[in-house]
């Protein structure tokens, strides 16, 4: 049975910081690309950040380039999102995912991944 499960989701203020973690069980993903995601109330998925099974990192959402820095260590299947000058904006439900098919370059759409966790709330107060 594959696990996902994230941490390290909290309350922050803006301009702070907070460090997500993703670790995974069940599955190999060193050979998958990784990603974040985010869901605000009322609106739909959409993707943050994804690495690729190489470790290079391919796709940051627009608002979060510059400020967000997606890692992974496949020795221990855990993936990490640092989060920096953080806005209200991010304010949502983040979701780490792994991709449905191995060795595929990244893609920012939650269609893409198929091994979901159950989120991390993030909240950012201005």
């Known amino acids: 049975e594959v696990q996902v499960l994230e941490s390290g989701g909290g309350l922050a203020e803006a301009g702070g910081s907070l460090r997500l973690s993703c670790t995974v069980s069940?599955?190999?993903?060193?050979?998958?690309?990784m990603g974040w995601f985010r869901q605000a109330p009322g609106k739909e998925r959409e993707g943050v950040a994804c690495?690729?099974?190489?470790?290079?990192?391919?796709y940051y959402e627009d608002s979060v380039k510059g400020r967000f820095t997606v890692s992974r260590d496949n020795a221990k299947t855990t993936l990490y999102l640092q989060m920096d000058s953080l806005k209200s904006d991010d304010t949502a439900i983040y979701y780490c995912?792994?991709?449905?098919?191995?060795?595929?370059?990244?893609?920012?759409?939650?269609?893409?991944?198929?091994?979901w966790g159950q989120g991390t709330q993030v909240t950012v107060s201005s």
């Open positions: 690495i690729m099974w190489t470790g290079r990192s391919s």
């Open positions: 069940g599955l190999i993903v060193s050979s998958r690309a």
């Open positions: 995912a792994a991709d449905r098919q191995a060795y595929r370059a990244c893609s920012g759409s939650p269609a893409d991944f198929h091994y």
